[in-house]
């Protein structure tokens, strides 16, 4: 199993919605940051999907990093 197939059945329901160009581009993202030793997490894939579901803003999402980074 591939990194991509690896986060789409672990996670189904945050990719729930997307388009596949969403879909890749999370994925893309949370790949490249992996290989740069960032463990994605179902909350860091999470605030991703949000942002391109409309749901939250890309300041809001950074906003929450920092809170849950500084506690």
Known sequence: ???K???L???PDIFEGLTDHQ???IINTAASNWLDGFEP???SLEL???IYK???TAQE???????????
């Open 1 to 3: 199993m591939n990194f």
């Open 5 to 7: 197939e690896t986060l």
């Open 9 to 11: 059945e672990t996670y």
């Open 23 to 25: 879909t890749h581009d």
């Open 41 to 43: 997490t179902r909350r």
């Open 48 to 50: 991703s999907a949000n």
């Open 54 to 56: 409309g749901t939250i």
């Open 61 to 71: 999402a950074v906003d929450v990093i920092f809170e849950n980074t500084f506690e």
